[in-house]
T-cell receptor
């Protein structure tokens, strides 16, 4: 089945220790998104890639970076995690944000910062 | 920016009851999406709506794209315990996809 896969499902890191979260998709979608979701809140968009074009949200901290080496994979790098970065990180894909922007989500990575 | 008001914030119902939740906005949207999220999981797409007035069903779920393009509702008929979770609406207008704050559904057996 075509899907969005996130690894790992659970990640524990130490305060200030860089961490990388991974997302892959078999949908062959052009767009990949990264969202941060804190408890009992809606997902908050961090940034997205439209093909190779990176689009950052204005309020995304510089601490968060992303890489998309090819169509299938996208990575979220947190350079110096703080306690406030503990959250669920969701990857999503869509075929075209300018059209219907129907987004399909992965299962998420739960990040704990000690 | 564009914002969505989703209501109710939470619902406590008995198994077998019907459920209705809705989202409204002051902005016009071209796409309405409804997601369900279980604890510790990512949102799962339930229904996608692309035309004003569109009424779409997915099993016991029915959603409609409002005629004004500023609202959408989701109905769940004959609720069962596995319907428990948080339901999010999301709308896409001229900007990015915007999410409602979610409706937390509890179903008592």
């Amino acid at each position: 089945d075509a899907m969005v896969i996130q690894n790992p499902r659970y990640q524990v890191t130490q305060f200030g220790k860089p961490v990388t979260l991974s997302c892959s998709q078999t949908l062959n979608h052009n767009v990949m998104y990264w969202y941060q979701q804190k408890s009992s809140q809606a997902p908050k968009l961090l940034f997205h890639y439209y093909d190779k074009d990176f689009n950052n949200e204005a309020d995304t901290p510089d601490n968060f970076q992303s890489r998309r080496p090819n169509t299938s994979f996208c990575f979220l790098d947190i350079r110096s995690p703080g306690l406030g970065d503990a959250a669920m990180y969701l990857c999503a894909t869509s075929s075209d944000p300018r059209d219907r922007d129907t987004q399909y989500f992965g299962p998420g990575t739960r990040l704990t910062v000690l | 920016g564009q914002q969505l008001n989703q209501s109710p914030q939470s619902m406590f119902i008995q198994e077998g009851e019907d459920v209705s939740m809705n989202c409204t906005s002051s902005s016009i949207f071209n796409t309405w999406l409804w997601y369900k999220q279980d604890p510790g999981e990512g949102p799962v797409l339930l229904i996608a709506l692309y035309k004003a007035g569109e009424l779409t069903s997915n099993g016991r779920l029915t959603a409609q794209f409002g005629i004004t393009r500023k609202d959408s509702f989701l109905n769940i008929s004959a609720s069962i315990p596995s319907d428990v979770g948080i339901y999010f609406c999301a709308g896409r207008g001229s900007e990015k996809l915007v999410f409602g704050k979610g409706t937390k559904l509890t179903v008592n057996p």
